[in-house]
């Protein structure tokens, strides 16, 4: 089974969209395993950039999916 076999699709929207509360909510959400000082890393730096957690690797993901030669420099370390 491919790893898109095994995703849960479901009737949501595709964007992000406002909740009543006001807050964006995505329609898809994934877990990530990290250790303690990768996890304080990252709350660290996202608080750096005034950014939650969740929005920062967004930002990475759209990053890396914009300038895929970013990646390969990343990948190759």
């Known amino acids: 089974m491919a790893a898109g076999d095994r995703i849960k699709r479901t009737n949501t929207q595709a964007e992000p969209f406002r909740k009543s509360t006001g807050r964006v909510s995505f329609p898809n959400r994934t877990s990530l395993d ?19 957690v969740a929005g920062f690797l967004r930002l990475i993901i759209d990053q890396m999916r914009a300038h895929p030669e970013k990646m390969e420099r990343v990948l190759k370390d």
């Open 34 to 52: 990290l250790n303690d000082e990768q996890l304080e890393w990252l709350k660290e730096i996202a608080w750096q950039n005034r950014e939650s």
